[in-house]
């Protein structure tokens, strides 16, 4: 991504579903009002104008290291986008009800367990089909 204006043409490319899910990824995780005001300001624009976003910015804190704050932006943005595109493989899907059994079993909870159990073997037996079927070149 090209140094000036790598971050404008992200936030361009991110669809609006994308945008909405930083937005409220950004609130979940506490993110400073500086970077949303800044995402903000650069999703408006349609051509990026560094010296705009210093002028909309003047007197906050963050200007005097633009480079930085955006470098950090942009890094959580992709964090963002790698949360909004995630499809949990069926090997996590397993792990994650295997450990759920884990600690249903430790708090007695046995008949908890045995239906977490059968949906885990339905996942592993599909899993194993699919395997089986698939054709290698």
């Not at 200007?63 to 090997?91: E, G, M, W």
């Not at 899907?93 to 249903?104: A, C, G, N, P, T």
Request: positive net charge; aromatic residues 10%.
């Amino acid at each position: 991504m090209a140094k000036k204006g790598g971050l404008f043409q992200l936030i361009a490319a991110m669809s609006k579903a994308e945008k909405r899910h930083f937005r409220q990824y950004a609130k979940a995780n506490s993110l400073s009002s500086n970077y949303l005001d800044l995402f903000e300001a650069i999703e408006g624009q349609k051509r990026y104008d560094e010296k705009t976003i210093k002028l909309q910015f003047k007197g906050k804190a963050f200007v005097r290291q633009l480079h930085v704050t955006k470098n950090y932006l942009q890094n959580f943005l992709l964090k963002s986008l790698r949360a909004f595109h995630q499809k949990p493989s069926k090997d996590a899907e397993l792990k994650d009800l295997l450990r759920d059994v884990e600690w249903m079993f430790a708090k007695g909870l046995h008949h908890h367990c045995h239906y977490a159990l059968e949906k885990a073997e339905k996942i592993a037996r599909v899993k194993n089909n699919r395997s089986k079927n698939s054709i290698i070149l």
